[in-house]
């Protein structure tokens, strides 16, 4: 065989390996794009979180001063409020379990007043449900709302304790029913209802501050109870947050209910300042307060706090 034959032979050979490995490369990658399409997530597959969690922190500073003010006023004013809104969601199945925690603390200090409390509360909430459909939740509700240190009445020349940490404090254990459709909006009822107000200090509870028995520290309640809870945003940087607690005691007055209602806007200025405007509002007929500071008058009445401030304020 000649040489031109071989030569022609070969190219022949290496012209038809080229071309079935061309042809097994296409195809191989062939199969892998269509295995690769076949292989699609299905939401479904998605395992949803069981727990939610999350914590809000606000703090405000205020401060200002005058020096030969024709005007007048306080020389040196200094004002601190902080809140700390934490939550922690459970939802599996049937079964979901909201647990709040609140809390809010501020002071006030002037030339003139020195320092006093200007915010000052503890609520915890705890919140069992089970899915019966169409929204509604068979439930169990505790709530514990109290105050971290002493609060006091201020006169021209005096001031008097009224309050501390658990005097009072305001304990319930509700079971009833629970309308959620959707995740900012909550209707909770129940007929039967458990209260306790809880004074552990004895002189307050010697004066039988609201409404425990003289020398008691806890009054027992039975009655039907409300609680509507509404997140809404407003806009993108603008939130506004609301709860309204309704009791009313069989046992004694059930005519005269007793109301807390809490109302909190954020508008967000940037990733870490916020201004926020808190506006608390309560009535319990068994809470007397000053109704006419010049006599002396105790009844019971309206209580607004207002707290406006803006400052740090961040999100996890």
């Known amino acids: 065989m000649s040489i031109k034959k071989i030569a022609l032979a070969v190219a022949a050979a290496l012209l038809w390996v080229g071309s079935a490995s061309a ?10 794009d269509n295995a690769t399409a ?43 409020s902080s809140l700390l809104n934490a939550y922690a969601f459970y939802k599996k199945g049937k079964h979901a379990w909201d647990n709040v925690a609140d809390l809010g603390f501020g002071l006030t200090n002037t030339t003139t007043l020195g320092t006093r409390k200007a915010d000052d509360h503890i609520d915890l909430t705890s919140k069992y449900g089970y899915d019966m459909g169409k929204h509604w939740y ?19 020349s005096s001031s ?19 309308y959620k459709p959707t995740d900012k909006f909550s209707l909770f009822i129940s007929p039967v209802t458990g209260r306790w107000i809880v004074v552990l200090d004895d002189s307050l509870s010697a004066q039988g501050a609201y409404g425990v028995d003289p020398g008691k520290h806890i009054k027992s309640q039975f009655g039907a109870y409300l609680t509507v809870n509404w997140i809404a945003d407003i806009s993108k940087d603008i939130n506004f947050k609301t709860r309204l607690d309704l009791f009313s005691d069989y046992l004694e007055k059930p005519q005269n209910v007793y109301m807390f209602w809490t109302n909190m806007l954020t508008l967000k200025v940037n990733k870490y300042i916020a201004a926020s405007v808190n506006v608390d509002m309560i009535y319990d007929d068994k809470a007397r307060v000053f109704a006419n500071p010049k006599t002396g008058t105790l009844g019971p009445r309206l209580q607004v706090k207002e707290v406006i401030g803006v400052g740090f304020s961040t999100t996890f």
């Open 23 to 32: 042809q097994a490369t296409n195809q191989l990658s062939q199969y892998r």
């Open 160 to 178: 008097t304790l009224t309050s501390k940490f658990f005097a009072p404090a305001n304990l319930l254990l509700s079971p009833g029913f629970d």
């Open 138 to 156: 068979a439930s169990l509700l505790a709530n514990v709302r109290t105050q971290f240190s002493s609060g006091y009445l201020y006169t021209d």
């Open 38 to 80: 076949n292989i699609k997530k299905d939401p479904k597959d998605t395992i949803p979180k069981i727990w939610k969690k999350g914590m809000l922190i606000n703090v405000n500073i205020n401060q200002g001063s005058l020096t030969n003010w024709a005007a007048g006023g306080d020389k040196f004013s200094l004002s601190l």
